[in-house]
């Protein structure tokens, strides 16, 4: 099934698990949608994770498109501004992260939303991740497309500007570095390390936001640029074996595919590794191995490839399409039960990615072109 080739079937079961996260939302007016509050999720600070969140958001984005209910497309908005009430402060409530202010929510980032402090000595604490950070630009730039409002994508525009900074060095260097964690107020790094995909997730996040800001479309083009110079030394050292790791390759990558060469053979690359993963048994392992969500990554990043290379993909379709229920066939029993197989503290996370893979809506590049 292509990622815009929606089916009654896929639509009740991105419901069923988004209710299971957010609520009985189905059943909202309109007039009760605008003052909706989430529910605390199981994981999370206070409640909130920005990751599923921000795929939270997009698959309320998806559903209001595809039924042209803008109830849910409200649901979203008012995501968002929990979103940025809770993880746009300080851990104790009481203030805007440094930087920021209600004007401007989103000058001191947003933090990740772990349960454990910062300087938890698990090392696994709140913080700020640039990966969680971009795909939340992400989400609300397609929400500025789904709502016609630009003033979403000029919030992502200032959080892309807030957290550049901090979190690439040597800026005027051929080739800048990035740190992968900083602190809750972005002051130090929590961990000094690069993310394999962060100047990618980076360079075509905000060459996203740079398209759809009319008024100003170099508006981010120093930092653009800056992703760049590192993106042209990682591409063509490509090669992963997680699951999670390549969906987002091939689903970044997708934005940019047969339009620049780094993105058309890094999803050549990807498709490679991901072919060995099926091929080579990874997915016939017990599930005590394995967890579902990041594998849920995998099935989005197929959807989207398949749909943008359909045409080449003719005869090779039906091998994508074995792939995407190999998964399924392994989790979708799980959920049905309980999940038993995910620890509560996933179940959120699972869900929210689970409605992605069956449904990628908003997070395909064709998607609001055609709705």
Wanted: net charge negative; proline share 5%; charged share 25%.
């Amino acid at each position: 099934m292509s990622a815009t080739r929606h089916s009654a079937e896929s639509l009740t079961k991105c419901l069923k698990a988004m209710q299971t996260v957010y609520g009985a939302f189905s059943q909202l007016s309109r007039a009760q949608a605008s003052s909706w509050v989430p529910p605390p999720m199981s994981e999370g600070h206070r409640g909130r994770y920005l990751w599923t969140d921000a795929f939270g958001v997009l698959n309320f984005l998806t559903l209001g498109t595809l039924t042209h209910n803008p109830t849910y497309t409200t649901l979203a908005a008012r995501l968002i501004v929990r979103v940025h009430d809770v993880l746009g402060r300080t851990r104790d409530g009481t203030q805007r992260l440094p930087g920021a202010t209600d004007a401007h929510p989103l000058r001191g980032g947003l933090r990740i939303g772990k349960v454990g402090d910062e300087d938890d000595p698990s090392g696994d604490g709140d913080g700020q991740y640039h990966h969680y950070l971009t795909i939340w630009m992400f989400a609300l730039n397609r929400t500025a497309l789904a709502t016609h409002d630009p003033r979403y994508n000029d919030l992502a525009i200032e959080l892309a500007k807030a957290i550049h900074p901090r979190f690439v060095r040597e800026r005027d260097s051929e080739r800048p570095r990035m740190y992968w964690k900083m602190s809750v107020d972005m002051s130090r790094p929590m961990v000094r390390s690069e993310g394999n995909l962060d100047p990618i997730d980076g360079y075509v996040v905000y060459s996203l936001l740079q398209r759809t800001n009319k008024a100003n479309p170099s508006v981010l083009a120093q930092e653009v640029r800056e992703y760049k110079k590192i993106l042209d030394t990682k591409w063509r050292r490509y090669v992963s074996n997680d699951p999670l790791d390549l969906g987002m390759t091939l689903w970044t990558a997708h934005w940019f595919d047969g339009e620049e060469e780094w993105a058309t053979e890094l999803t050549n690359r990807a498709v490679a590794c991901t072919r060995v993963l099926f091929e080579d048994g990874y997915y016939d392992q017990s599930r005590a191995y394995r967890l579902a969500f990041r594998e849920f990554g995998t099935g989005l990043g197929i959807r989207c490839h398949t749909e943008t290379r359909q045409k080449e993909l003719s005869l090779e379709e039906e091998n994508w399409d074995a792939y995407m229920e190999k998964i399924l066939s392994v989790w979708e029993p799980d959920l049905e039960s309980g999940p038993t197989h995910t620890p509560a503290s996933l179940v959120p996370i699972t869900l929210v990615m689970y409605s992605s893979a069956v449904m990628p809506g908003a997070f395909h590049k064709g998607f609001f072109d055609q709705y």
